[in-house]
């Protein structure tokens, strides 16, 4: 019964109107023939496989799940799932952003990411088999030797493989420095690799011919801890020298998780019982590798959210304008229906704007990091690329750990507005919830993510990474400061800009006579900053909203309305999170152990 509609005008609006995308492509080489009309029509057929592809394959892999053979090791994924794969390999769309040099379209980022939002959207679970592959794709691009590249990113780059990472085990979740997994070098130059990894999403499935897998391991003279760590590329069938296939490898899927969500997707327990593999980047440095696959996944499972928050907020409008309960407490507003449509309720109105002013503000985050990405990736100026690589930087822990608790507030409160039929499986909603509540541990905790923003973006480089957003903050509160119809949104981003910058200096100095004040702040923080990101956000959509108000479009009525809402409603949230961050160590640490 859910249904979903691709956000083409919204992504319009923040590409086109807010960032101008198309001026700041056009000054990369790689992209300088890139035009708006053509990002449009991609991302118009993109909205089109998802919305009619994917999107009826969710609750039937939420439903059936995956099915393992033991005896085989083989594993099936839900009905549908293998077709919808099928078409898309077909498509083109595996290729969007890839290297023209291995077969690859050479879009922007930028597209792939709004791609992804809406395939997020219509099927998280689905989209995990081949997102993971571009992750993949980006750890041997670029650290693959030659030989790797020319065996594996061509079949990466088309999806007719598909590809994983290969961490977590057993007894080690995120402290990678615990692994156990051992590589054994072999006279030819490969390595046989032993151990077992847990939690492999995507670890086996039978959409693609073949699986990469990126495999965390020790050599045997590796140092103790996170510094003697290598990455191996370990294919599910061997690759000849002429890229056809040999015989099978020995890694298979010994196991599927049961799990709370995305049901669709194989969370395989996976076991290396000598499997071959091939060395990727320097020995004992695999993390660094590693680490570029990683990131790619952190801001992928940002935008899984971003897909829920929408598609949720999509199915609990319609719901609201349909349902009739009670009358509005200021009289009857559809006298002459038995009772009124609960959209009229001030409270239900909240958690709709509540989940709308999180997707909307998750989408001009998130495609302005993947133009930053862009930049990065493809500027000819090296500060401008080193510049963008600090901000994707410092952003990377918010989009993941932010968005995905916006995603678990957002798809709460709308299986809330559906009330008793909320929890109800043929609605759809609980699904989302489902599936969102995944999203704030995979990938490095949210914990994990704001110990990164806090501890190793921020206070490491003296608040450096900061300072670059801080002054984009600052420019666009200056330019905006003598516009009186913008006060209602530049004094609240300001005020919150110098809040953050004195809330850093004391933690920093908390933190120098003691390092676990950084621990006691650092979920406050995330949130404090990811708020202030937010709002620069909006506030730069609001200046747009309000320029255009008067064109008869009520697109731009909504986004101010929006927009007004998230500075009056959720904003004031960043008073209470920076009183609980200057509370410090000491209410968390004084009760003794015994006591718990």
């Known amino acids: 019964m859910a249904q979903y509609t691709p956000p083409l005008r919204d992504m319009q ?31 118009e057929e993109g909205g089109k496989f998802a919305a009619e592809v994917v999107f009826p394959l969710n609750q039937v892999g939420d439903q059936e799940g995956c099915t393992l053979d033991r005896q085989t090791h083989e594993v099936k994924a839900p009905t549908g799932f293998k077709e919808a794969y099928k078409q898309y390999v077909e498509g083109g769309w595996p290729a969007l952003s890839c290297d023209p040099e291995y077969g690859g379209q050479g879009l922007p980022v930028t597209v792939n990411q709004c791609f992804y939002e809406m395939l997020n959207s219509a099927s998280q679970a689905w989209t995990m088999y081949p997102g993971l592959s571009h992750g993949a794709y980006e750890a041997l691009h670029a650290h693959g030797t030659p030989e790797q590249k020319r065996l594996y990113l ?37 390595y046989r690799i032993t151990g077992q990894k847990i939690f492999i999403s995507a670890g086996e499935h039978d959409l693609a011919e073949n699986i990469v897998h990126l495999v965390l391991a020790r050599l045997p003279d590796a140092p103790a801890g996170s510094k003697g760590i290598s990455l191996f590329v370990v294919p599910k069938y061997l690759v000849n020298a002429d890229g056809s296939l040999g015989e099978r490898n020995k890694i298979y899927c010994a ?4 799990k709370m969500g995305i049901h669709g997707n194989a969370t395989a327990q996976m076991v290396l019982d000598g499997a071959i593999g091939t060395l990727v980047g320097e020995p004992n440095r695999g993390l660094q590798a590693m680490f570029v696959m990683m990131n790619a996944a952190r801001l992928g499972v940002g935008v899984q959210s971003l897909g829920l928050t929408e598609v949720a907020y999509q199915n609990a409008v319609a719901y609201a304008k349909d349902r009739l309960q009670m009358r509005a407490l200021s009289g009857p507003k559809a006298p002459d229906k038995p009772a009124d449509p609960i959209i009229v309720h001030p409270d239900v109105r909240k958690m709709l704007l509540t989940a709308r002013a999180y997707a909307e503000g998750g989408r001009a985050l998130t495609i302005w990091t ?23 930087a410092l952003v990377t822990p918010i989009v993941k750990a932010f968005l995905t608790d916006n995603g678990w507030i957002a798809t709460s409160h709308c299986l809330q507005v559906f009330g008793g039929h909320g929890y109800i499986r043929e609605w759809g909603m609980e699904q989302f919830v489902r599936d969102a509540r995944i999203n704030m541990i995979y990938e490095g905790t949210n914990t994990v993510q704001s110990l990164d923003l806090l501890g190793r973006k921020v206070l490491a480089d003296n608040g450096a990474k900061l300072k670059k957003f801080g002054k984009l903050v600052q420019e666009f509160v200056e330019e905006e400061g003598v516009n009186e119809a913008m006060q209602e949104f530049v004094n609240p981003l300001a005020d919150l800009g110098e809040k953050v910058t004195k809330l850093t200096m004391e933690i920093g100095m908390k933190a120098m006579g003691n390092p676990d004040e ?66 410090g160590l000491k209410p968390l640490m004084e009760m003794d152990e015994a006591l718990f």
């Open 13 to 43: 609006f923040v590409m086109h109107e807010v960032l101008n995308v198309v001026d700041e492509l056009k000054q990369l080489p790689k992209h300088a023939d890139i035009d708006a009309d053509t990002i449009n029509a991609v991302l």
């Open 370 to 392: 993947a133009l930053q990405i862009d930049k990065e990736l493809s500027s000819d100026d090296e500060q401008v690329r080193k510049d963008c690589a600090d901000l994707v």
């Open 154 to 190: 061509p079949k990466l780059t088309s999806g007719e493989w598909t590809g994983t990472m290969c961490l977590t085990e057993p007894h080690c979740g995120t402290d990678l420095g615990l692994l156990r997994t051992k590589a054994e070098p072999l006279p030819d130059g490969t």
């Open 518 to 583: 950084v621990g006691a702040a650092a979920v406050d923080y995330l949130r404090v900053c990811g708020h202030l990101v937010f709002a620069y956000f909006w506030a730069r959509m609001a200046k747009v909203a309000l320029a255009k108000a008067d064109s008869g479009d009520p697109f731009y009525k909504a986004k101010l309305a929006t927009a007004r809402f998230y500075f009056a409603k959720l904003l004031p949230e960043t008073a209470a999170l920076i009183r609980s961050a200057r509370a």
């Open 255 to 258: 196991g599927l998780e049961h």
